[in-house]
């Protein structure tokens, strides 16, 4: 997510007026945020299944692939909001596409990414239906959302350990969320504010 979507974003976010394929693309990542995930999820698992990605490997490319129109969309949004000045004096002093990019709209995208890694982090790491589809029921391809379901049995329920497994799977991520809580509020108000 970090290295794919902001150089996808910013070549759409350039040229989505003036190119018919851009502008398209835009579109079908910005129609790809209203389709849920259980209309995908039998789909999604087929497909899965015939590959043999059923594993870490295959749960990992499938967060991947969902995170990418909503990050798309906000990143877009973000580099609507910033003016091309920068991008055209560096072209008028020689630099490539390329040198623009990764040294001047890079950096200044830093509060949209870090809000964008966040938040799916946050999905991600507290996501139990994906992983209950994809990942087969072993003990070592088990999230810890899945984890604390072990505890589980038909007539009782663990409750002290389960809410260890609990406290022990949101600790990291409101550790996170803590010390980047400025980034995210400040991404998603510049993000969301031009489409």
């Known amino acids: 997510m970090v290295l794919f979507l902001p150089m996808c974003s910013y070549a759409i976010s350039r040229r989505r007026f003036n ?54 969309f906000l990143m877009v949004g973000y580099l609507a909001s910033m003016p091309t000045d920068l991008e055209e004096a560096a072209y008028i002093d020689g630099a490539s596409t390329n040198q623009v990019f990764y040294r001047i709209v890079r950096p200044i995208m830093k509060p949209i990414i870090s809000t964008v890694v966040i938040k799916n982090s946050l999905w991600i790491w507290n996501d139990y239906f994906m992983p209950s589809l994809v990942l087969n029921q072993s003990n070592l391809n088990r999230t810890l959302t899945l984890y604390q379901y072990s505890f589980r049995t038909e007539n009782s329920t663990n409750f002290t350990i389960v809410f260890a497994v609990m406290l022990l799977s949101i600790l990291p991520i409101f550790i996170v969320y803590c010390l980047f809580q400025k980034r995210i509020v400040a991404g998603m108000m510049e993000g969301a504010v031009k489409g």
């Open 19 to 72: 190119s018919k394929f851009y502008g398209f693309l835009y579109f079908f990542m910005v129609a790809g945020i209203f389709v849920p995930f259980q209309v995908k999820m039998l789909p999604m698992v087929k497909l899965m299944s015939q590959l043999g990605l059923l594993n870490r490997v295959g749960a990992i490319l499938l967060y991947i692939a969902n995170s990418t129109c909503e990050g798309v």
